[in-house]
């Protein structure tokens, strides 16, 4: 099985940027779609952004389409999310996942096998 570790998230103003990392370990990313969602306290973990085993397809939320990019390094076995013009209202704790079926890559947190601790983001207005 895969370990999931994120890192880069912290404060940042409102307008400003974020680039979170996610590093696997334990068996190659290309056994994986991989995903990005968030959790905001007392709601749901929402989806955010994903991407296919081989990078050629990505997928976003409608509420980051234009401001958040997804991609991934391979032979680095990690996973970015690029975050521009940040909104308070999306400070939440960020959380990569990694989903083994098979099937297209997809948004539904039910298909995702592994996932990591998740790093806070803190947007302030």
């Known amino acids: 099985q895969v370990q999931l570790v994120e890192s880069g998230g912290g404060l940042v103003q409102s307008g400003g940027s974020l680039r979170l990392s996610c590093a696997a370990s334990?068996?190659?990313?290309?056994?994986?779609?991989m995903g990005w969602f968030r959790q905001a306290p007392g709601k749901e973990r929402d989806f955010v952004a994903a991407?296919?085993?081989?990078?050629?397809?990505?997928t976003y939320a409608d509420s980051v389409k234009g401001r958040f990019t997804i991609s991934r390094d391979n032979a680095k076995n990690t996973v970015y999310l690029q975050m521009n013009s940040l909104k308070p209202e999306e400070t939440a704790v960020y959380f990569c996942?990694?989903?083994?079926?098979?099937?297209?890559?997809?948004?539904?947190?039910?298909?995702?096998?592994?996932w990591g601790q998740g790093t806070q983001v803190t947007v302030s207005s």
């Open positions: 991407i296919n085993r081989s990078g050629r397809s990505t």
């Open positions: 996942a990694a989903d083994g079926t098979l099937g297209r890559v997809g948004a539904e947190p039910s298909k995702y096998n592994y």
């Open positions: 334990g068996r190659a990313l290309t056994t994986y779609h």
